[in-house]
């Protein structure tokens, strides 16, 4: 059974950095892709990058600044999700989500089985 869990979330200040982890469990020895969402109060869950395991190809949603960047430890079974120069408006649930298969990318919601629990995020001053 596959079973993720996030860590790394917390209160930081606008500007500051936070490196989200992902600790997969039950992918071994098979192709998955890996996905960060998140939800803001009040608002819908929004896909933000997915990444091939255990190839490592990666797809940015459009909008998703470059201030955001995923990897991965396939040894680990761990992909991170850096963030930098945060803002207010990146406050938020961050999820780690994950599906069997690569190459085909996709950040719908629906596409993903697996969920881990969230960690949240908090940009405030």
């Known amino acids: 059974e596959v079973q993720l869990v996030e860590s790394g979330g917390g209160l930081v200040r606008p500007g500051g950095s936070l490196r989200l982890s992902c600790a997969a469990t039950?992918?071994?020895?098979?192709?998955?892709?890996i996905a960060w969402f998140r939800q803001a109060p009040g608002k819908g869950r929004e896909g933000l990058v997915c990444?091939?395991?255990?190839?490592?190809?990666?797809n940015y949603a459009h909008w998703l600044e470059d201030r955001f960047t995923i990897s991965s430890d396939n040894a680990k079974s761990t992909v991170y999700l850096q963030m930098d120069n945060l803002k207010p408006e990146d406050t938020a649930v961050y999820y780690c989500?994950?599906?069997?298969?690569?190459?085909?990318?996709?950040?719908?919601?629906?596409?993903?089985?697996?969920w881990g629990q969230g960690t949240q995020v908090t940009v405030s001053s």
């Open positions: 990444i091939d395991i255990p190839f490592s190809n990666k």
């Open positions: 989500a994950a599906r069997r298969g690569f190459g085909v990318f996709t950040l719908s919601e629906s596409a993903y089985p697996y």
């Open positions: 039950g992918i071994t020895g098979d192709t998955y892709q």
